[in-house]
């Protein structure tokens, strides 16, 4: 691998590209800044065995990858696919490849609006962080309030939010801003183990630990007052973000499926780069039966976010009587999930299978799939940050939908390891300090609480900024969070 | 027998090392539980059994961890102790046979950490040296 030749070409300000050479396929193509470029390379030429450059160049030499192996400006190493990757592949003789999607199957977020301004919510932020905490399941062990058997989990898994939506949890309005309306067809629970399922009787409604976080959050700057508009966000407004994805049955689906697909890359002749990128022709019974069982984990993790949108709302109601139909649903969006979708290829528009792996679809205007309202804007990207810094509603533009596959960011990145950030920070100075700028915390682990400290993180604001000035997902409007509820 | 913590970027890397290649597997069974809870809080009421068959030592240590993580979720419980681990070769193929024991996740009681959603393949490995046997990988959180 030492011999790669790892020179960009600077296509300007915001885009780099890796030429395409040895067994690569098409070039690599970097949407980052120059700082980020020239880290990834120096990483890659420092011979680190594990670094992002290489694993686009891995993704860059896959059979049937169309125009370019992306990297977007939250880019670091992932298994397989690099995290911020974006893949496409011919639907004729491309592939499905696991590692385009991880073992969070459509880990994502929910973002909601509500009619509180900040100062309406300040006096009683202590009652809601309390009920929030009683109400959301988050943290090891902790258990979901619908109890299911395999035929429940086997309607779960075809019907998406629509299952949690019939058990009470939502509104039926919420379907229409959710991605593939809540449902994504082609998911047969039958390419699903019985161990995943069985994973799952008791985790849909469940926060999970790590990264995920239900946030109250305040809407305190706006960029664009037209797409903010369109998306029914204001000025202090008080919203909340559920970051969460398909559980104990997304990791099994994803562990399952390893196994098949090293078989299926044998069977099929397909060069193996990296252990976790086995990958199945599209066509192939293997190819097929992975895309349905990533699809039913897909409907498990809307199922997931609508129950605990529910259980947000109850929250809410319980914690100041606010009425439950004034909760709206803004939009939810994933960013690990493979999805057929048509684009333009060198003038012509073809059926593609996308990947994104840590990377939101970032759909510009005009396009079919985004809820009525949002067509003439583009479509909401909504991008997580640190408990302690912001999260930002972006959104997608022509520029993405022509050189990212209508894809965006997802998060920021860690910049620490979280070895190192629990020696630099303890779980209790970090909820102190937090609350000292207004934040609430509450986290069932404090050596987690440190593992995800703010500090940890790379500066969501600089990589926001990057995508804004290049204007592949310009800013719409950028939430601080108020409380923060973790695993 | 020990486990440290490597640097790493996103999620949690370990390495582990023992005097034995049961031992090495034991303590990698360890490690990983180690990033769920506080080991010393677990006590070892429950147990299960694993029984497994590969064809190579690296690929056996990641379904072993693999088996554990899933084991762990489905029963939400937590293991500490690994005690009658066999590993043994024949006709190329590996197989191992132990015991895990441990007890039912209790927020209350234990002091927890972070869910480990996978084992991965990434870096891997394990070595034979002068004086045992040293193992490494990643777990994604």
Redesign the interface.
Known sequence: MRERNYELEKIDDHTWEIPKTGGMRVPGRLHVDEDTANHLVDEAKSGADWNALDQVINVASLRGIVKASIGLADIHPGYGFPIGGVAAFDRKDGLAVAGGVGFDINCGVRLLSTPLSAVELKESKERIANTLYEVIPAGLGSEGKIDLSIKEINHVLKEGARFSLDRGYGLPGDLEYIEENGSIEGANPEDVSRRAKQRQFKQIGTLGSGNHYLEIQEVDEIYDPGAAEAYGLSENQVVISIHTGSRALGHQIGQDYLEKLEDASEKYDLPIKEKELVSAPIDSPEGQAYLSAMRCGINCAFANRQALSGLARQGLNTAIGLDEKEVKTVYEVGHNTAKFERHEVNGREKELLVHRKGSTRAFGPGRKELPSSYREVGGPVLVGGTMGTASYVLRGSRKSLEETFGSGIHGAGRSMSRKKAKSKFWGEDVEKRLEKDGITVKSHSYPGLAEEAPGAYKDVNRVVSSVHRSGLTPAVARLKPLIVVKG | MSYR?????????LEVQSDTLEGLFAEAGKAVFSV??DLDSIGSRQSVEISLEESDMEKLLYEWL?ELV?LS??Q?QIYGRFPELKIEEADSQISLKARARGER???RVH?????V??V?????EIEEEDNGWQCRFVV??
């Open positions: 913590y490597l640097d790493h970027g996103a999620d949690i890397g769920m809870a693999s899933s979720n489905l939400s996740i209790n927020p002091e927890l950490g972070t869910e959603k996978a991965t393949y990434q870096g891997l994604d959180v």
